[in-house]
């Protein structure tokens, strides 16, 4: 991206971060009980798990029972979910493995930004007995999650504690990518001004481009951009719930 298309996308990019901080100060949607084998949404950096309200209502009306992750630390407003991703996952295992009191035995995820490698780093640790959950995870959808860590994260770092996990190189990037084999597709925010394109996915055969996309227009974009992204989630993951 050169330096004048990268100013033309930070409008957009300034709106959707309003409009998302703006959603970490709704009351979570409840979705209801969960099916056998519900879609688990998994939130990004900056989001309560009230961001993934109009994406969660959105799959439910294509089929799929919906269930939220809950917000993670430090919980509040845009402040959530920016913990080390280890503290993250921790929080994630225990969610995951609670729904098995609720009747259920899988799982199918779709995850936004840092969810997704949230969900993939707590799958590597059960794949190495590092962890245990009753419930399995079956497949995943990611959103604009950086596989390839973030340009700014090494300065970030100093002050937002889940940017050291996204500098080129981190442990917990190489962890996620172990895992890589839950990911079935990886949708991608062509015109993000956070994390690159290039960025957002491990197999180049399993991204779906979502032309004009900003990072956060998959949860808190348009109407039209909302429902684009949960039919590419139903797609990839199938509505049989």
């Known amino acids: 991206m050169t330096r004048l298309e990268y100013l033309k996308t930070l409008p957009s990019y300034l709106s959707g971060s309003v409009r998302q901080t703006l959603a970490t100060l709704d009351e979570p949607t409840d979705f209801g009980l969960p099916a056998q084998r519900p879609v688990v949404l998994i939130p990004g950096a900056f989001c309560t798990a009230s961001v993934m309200n109009r994406l969660g209502r959105a799959i439910q009306q294509l ?12 919980y509040f407003s845009a402040f959530a979910n920016l913990c080390r991703l280890e503290q993250a996952v921790v929080q994630f295992l225990a969610f995951l493995d609670g729904l098995a009191d ?3 035995a899988e799982v199918d995820l779709a995850a936004h930004s840092n969810g997704g490698l949230i969900c993939l780093i707590g799958q590597d640790l059960l794949e190495r007995g590092a962890a245990q959950s009753r419930v399995r995870m079956r497949r995943l959808v990611t959103m604009a999650t950086p596989f390839g860590g973030f340009p700014g994260a090494r300065v970030l770092g100093l002050m937002i504690p889940c940017c050291r996990d996204l500098v080129d190189g981190a442990e917990a990037l190489e962890r996620a990518a172990r ?4 990911v079935v597709r990886s949708l991608i925010s062509a015109a993000d001004t956070l994390i690159p394109p290039e960025r957002q996915y491990l197999d180049p055969d399993q991204r779906t481009i979502m032309d004009g996309f900003q990072h956060m227009d998959f949860i808190v974009g348009s109407a039209d ?12 993951l199938g509505n049989g719930c």
Do not use: D, I
């Not at 919906?66 to 917000?71: C, L, Q, R």
């Not at 951009?225 to 990839?236: D, F, G, L, P, T």
């Open 63 to 74: 089929g799929p029972s919906v269930v939220v992750a809950p917000s993670f630390p430090y």
């Open 102 to 104: 609720q009747g259920v």
């Open 179 to 182: 895992a890589r084999s839950l």
């Open 225 to 236: 951009r909302v429902a684009r992204s949960a039919a590419e989630v139903v797609r990839w």
